[in-house]
């Protein structure tokens, strides 16, 4: 098994260099240089890189939206110990979160609601919860400490945006990796963006929390659009959209649902191939999937500033997620 992965990895190695500077030189070398197309810049390495095909094994038949294995690397699981007769012996599924660095993992604060730090633990390269057939072992890390948005409102959910601090960092490889945040203020307004969960796929009782880690394209929905279409619901005429939000979806059908909590949202990064900005991160929706109702997500890049400054506060430094 571990020389089988060895090769994989020369593999790749061979293939960027190849495909980057090697290449280029060459043809700058000719005395008639081709003219060169408009390709997208080299597979970029750091964060918010997909593995689009997944990780060298398949298992048949990928249906409902299931992703690859290691498909979206930064993927979270936040699990929650809970005390079964006195015994410290049981994690609960909490809500999603996403890596921002190997030690650090950005999440929903409704998921922190009547929390310790000490009850959490996150779970890094998780991606069937119900076999432990991965090629790489996942990985589980306790919470040592969180910080909620400090404009965080329970009522409205928002600002709904908190980080985890690990007590040690991950150790990371194909399948666990940071995503990319977006600049302060970025706007993505009719992108196609990808969101990812383990959450219920319907509403309410019969909804069953799924065992491989499901995606679904969306596309990010313009903020007066999105307070139209949550206006015709039960929220009402008058509902006011908070402006620390972004929408997504909107198309029957398909919307991130509840248990997907915490959960990223991520677009991808302009003339850059298969990397990724997490854009958002699930906060609340109505129904699940309904027709012309988009979920609605904390908007990460308007905490990019805050996030920054927890980083920086604590050493970590913000090159981790920045693309």
Not at 28 to 40: A, H, I, L, R, S
Not at 292 to 320: C, E, L
Request: charged share 20%; with cysteine.
């Amino acid at each position: 098994g571990g020389d089988g992965g060895n090769g994989g990895d020369g593999g790749n190695g061979g293939g960027g260099d190849d495909g980057g500077n090697g290449g280029g030189g060459d043809d700058g070398g000719k005395v008639t240089p081709k003219p060169t197309p408009p390709t997208p810049e080299p597979r970029s390495t750091g964060c918010g890189i997909r593995n689009t095909h997944g990780i060298s094994f398949r298992i048949t038949g990928a249906k409902d939206n299931e992703t690859e294995y290691g498909e979206f690397p930064w993927m979270m699981s936040i699990l929650k110990t809970e005390l079964v007769l006195g015994m410290l012996n049981r994690s609960v599924y909490q809500c999603g979160g996403s890596l921002i660095h190997s030690q650090v993992v950005l999440t929903a604060a409704h998921c922190l609601n009547k929390i310790r730090a000490s009850e959490l633990k996150v779970r890094a390269g998780e991606w069937d919860t119900k076999t432990k057939a991965e090629m790489y072992p996942y990985q589980d890390r306790s919470v040592v400490e969180f910080v909620i948005h400090p404009e965080y409102y329970k009522g409205g959910l928002h600002n709904d945006v908190a980080l985890l601090f690990l007590d040690s960092p991950f150790r990371l490889n194909k399948i666990i990796q940071p995503v990319c945040l977006p600049p302060q203020d970025a706007t993505f307004d009719y992108e196609t963006c990808f969101a990812t969960g383990w959450g219920k796929n319907l509403y309410g009782k019969p909804g069953i929390y799924q065992t491989i880690l499901k995606k679904i394209d969306l596309p990010i929905m313009p903020y007066d659009q999105c307070r139209s279409a949550l206006r015709t619901t039960k929220l009402g005429p008058k509902f006011v959209l908070h402006k620390s939000f972004i929408c997504a979806g909107g198309i029957p059908g398909k919307d991130t649902c509840k248990g997907d909590g915490g959960s990223p949202l991520v677009c991808p990064i302009p003339n850059k191939q298969d990397q990724y900005y997490q854009t958002g991160v699930v906060a609340w929706g109505i129904g699940c999937g309904e027709n012309g109702i988009p979920g609605v997500y904390a908007n990460v890049a308007k905490y990019r500033n805050w996030i920054d400054q927890h980083m920086i506060q604590r050493n970590f430094g913000t090159s981790s997620y920045t693309s």
